[in-house]
């Protein structure tokens, strides 16, 4: 069975500093990887996604992934974070073969934003 | 376009009631799929219809849950009889129909918050 771990459950990062966060998959053979964000309020956002090739990938607000075969990770970076980036995100993980295409959750990572 | 729009945002139950959470998804998508998320737990899968049809129902808790799609277009999820376990944010999300061999996005609403007290 496919599962999604997301080690970090709190991260602070000041504003205009850089921010990594880490995502890690189980799944046997090549998913579909997902990274959503939620403010406060809000629904899910698609931030970006990978299906194949190029293996960074690039998102909306200035959001960018790279898919990692090797280490089964799949971790989410933007260089200057912005207080709007204060939000829970979330890696995700799609099945290829299943009919209904469900989509396997970490457990998220809250996002503090530090003036 | 609208997004997907779920109702009520807020539910607070006593234990033992019922209680309807409601979805609608984008106008088209025929595919719809609730999850939830258990307080500090993952997001989870619960079910999947496509357009009236349950496709996939393998993460629905127990018999307590019950969720229609009527007419393939919005779907209602019934609890009854709540417990305290079943506290948590509900999230609809729907697509298109899936390209063959590709994958739809899923667009999210913002979920229900369900307390049961």
């Known amino acids: 069975a496919q599962s999604v771990t997301q080690p970090d459950i709190h991260i602070t990062v000041s504003e205009g500093a850089s921010l990594e966060l880490r995502c890690n998959y189980s799944?046997?053979?090549?998913?579909?990887l997902f990274w959503y964000v939620q403010s406060p309020g809000q629904g899910l956002q698609l931030l970006l996604k990978?299906?194949?090739?190029?293996?960074l990938v690039q998102g909306i607000k200035g959001f960018e992934a790279e898919f990692k075969r090797s280490q089964s990770s799949f971790n989410l970076r933007k260089p200057s974070v912005h207080w709007s980036d204060a939000a829970e995100y979330f890696c995700?993980?799609?099945?290829?073969?299943?009919?209904?295409?469900?989509?396997?959750f970490g457990g998220g990572t809250r996002v503090l934003v530090k003036p | 376009e609208a997004g997907v729009t779920q109702f009520p945002s807020h539910s607070v139950i006593e234990k033992g009631q019922t209680v309807t959470l409601r979805c609608d998804p984008i106008s088209g998508h025929d595919n719809l799929y609730w999850y939830r998320r258990v307080m500090g737990k993952e997001i989870k899968f619960l079910l999947h219809f496509v357009k009236e049809s349950k496709q996939d129902e393998s993460g629905m808790p127990n018999n307590r849950f019950l969720a229609e799609r009527t007419g393939g277009t919005y779907s209602t999820l019934k609890v009854q009889p709540a417990e305290l376990e079943d506290s948590g944010v509900y999230f609809c999300?729907?697509?298109?129909?899936?390209?063959?061999?590709?994958?739809?996005?899923?667009?999210f609403g913002p979920g229900t918050r369900l307390t049961v007290l």
């Open positions: 990978y299906f194949s090739g190029d293996t």
């Open positions: 799944y046997g053979a090549t998913p579909y």
């Open positions: 995700a993980v799609g099945a290829r073969l299943a009919a209904g295409n469900k989509l396997t």
């Open positions: 999300a729907s697509s298109q129909d899936r390209i063959r061999g590709g994958y739809n996005e899923q667009f």
